[in-house]
């Protein structure tokens, strides 16, 4: 009978762990570079459909809400023209804790941009922003609202895990 009992919490341990492991994810790398970032972006800050340059920590501040300064590293690139929305950025945020921080500032920017161009203005901005992939993994935090978000986000996510 403490055999039975023993091999049922054995086994329940076991769907335990398993259970964790596959809600945990993969493993994210823990030092990601920018220039790494940058790299797997190039494909897409390149295309002919994504007009952005590269953004200033000023940029990102006005824009975003973000001081940049305040982390370790991120890539941003923000819109050419003001009625554009095209926008990247990627912050590595020190913590797991520290990137929930920024995805929530970065949700609130997504928040916002649709609420501008909601009223019909800007159907074209507003179909790339319901496209637009705001996510974290580990220590980074993520925004893209581009034609090719979710391959770009593909390209990211497979710079960040090991």
């Known amino acids: 009978m403490k055999k039975i009992v023993a091999i049922e919490a054995l086994l329940v341990a076991l769907l335990v762990g398993v259970m964790f492991l596959l809600l945990s994810g993969a493993n994210v790398r823990e030092n990601v570079t920018a220039e790494e970032v940058e790299a797997a972006s190039a494909q897409f800050v390149a295309s002919e459909t994504f007009s952005a340059k590269v953004g200033t920590e000023l940029n990102a501040k006005r824009y975003m809400g973000l001081n940049v300064a305040d982390y370790s590293a991120y890539v ?71 034609e090719d978000s979710e391959a770009w986000k593909s390209a990211i996510t497979d710079v960040l895990e090991e």
């Open 76 to 146: 941003y690139y923000v819109a050419t023209q003001g009625m554009d929305v095209h926008e990247f950025l990627w912050v590595d945020a020190g913590s797991e804790e520290g990137a929930e921080e920024v995805l929530a500032v970065m949700n609130e920017r997504l928040t916002s941009q649709m609420e501008a161009f909601d009223e019909g203005y800007g159907p074209e901005q507003m179909a790339l922003l319901e496209k637009a992939c705001v996510f974290s993994m580990g220590r980074y935090a993520i925004y893209i609202v581009s």
